[in-house]
Structures are given as structure tokens and as C-alpha cells.
């Protein structure tokens, strides 16, 4: 069994800045890409942030420069620092993550989502 855990979600003014962090834990033999996504009320739910097992990172066009992915390794856990935010920035944000179990196989986990609002 393996679990994700998001963290760090909330209300915020335009402007400010939020720490996301997500923790994988479990059966975990190795833990490969992670990532966030984001899902607004009536939207689909898209690709913020990802970030490879070797630390190589894609962003959003739509957060590139404001928002930094990191991971630690040790403690199988993934960032995601947002500043600047901007209302439409709001969303329920959810942690994604590639893990290989001790049984050998690999699948793709998510935590349950953690909300976002950016209002003033």
C-alpha cells in the first residue's frame, strides 16, 4: 500500500506565496518522477510542476518563473513553491507521484488534493 499526503494549502492575498509538500510513503522500493497538478472548479485537471528522479523539472508555461518543484530524495517527499500568485492560480492541487513497490511493479500514485485560493 502506498499513501500521498499533500500539505501546506490555503488562503491566500494576490502576491503572496504558499509551500506545497507532498509525502509518499509505504511500500515504497524506489520513488521515480513526482509532480503536481491543479484542478479549478469546472476545468480539467492539468500538469503544473514535474520533476524526474535526477531532478531534471518541465513547468507550466502558465507558472514558469513563479513557481519552483523540488524533491527530497531521503524523505521521499516533493515541493512545490509558489509565489506570485495570482487569483486563477486557485485550484484544488493534487501530488503525483511514479513508484516502483518491493513487488517489482510500478504505478502512478495521488494524494487526495489540498485547496489553493488566491483572493484578496
Known amino acids: 500500500q502506498v499513501r500521498l499526503v499533500e500539505s501546506g494549502g490555503g488562503l491566500v492575498q494576490p502576491g503572496g506565496s504558499l509551500r506545497l509538500s507532498c509525502v509518499a510513503s509505504?511500500?515504497?522500493?524506489?520513488?521515480?518522477?513526482m509532480g503536481w497538478y491543479r484542478q479549478a472548479p469546472g476545468k480539467e485537471r492539468e500538469l503544473v510542476a514535474r520533476?524526474?528522479?535526477?531532478?531534471?523539472?518541465n513547468y507550466s508555461g502558465s507558472v514558469k518563473g513563479r513557481f519552483t518543484i523540488s524533491r527530497d530524495n531521503a524523505k521521499n517527499t516533493v515541493y512545490l513553491q509558489m509565489n506570485s500568485l495570482k487569483p486563477e492560480d486557485t485550484a484544488v492541487y493534487y501530488c503525483n507521484a511514479d513508484i516502483m513497490t518491493y513487488s517489482g511493479y510500478t504505478s502512478t500514485y495521488w494524494g487526495q488534493g489540498t485547496q489553493v485560493t488566491v483572493s484578496s
Open positions: 509505504g511500500n515504497i522500493f524506489r520513488v521515480n518522477a
Open positions: 520533476i524526474s528522479s535526477d531532478t531534471s523539472t
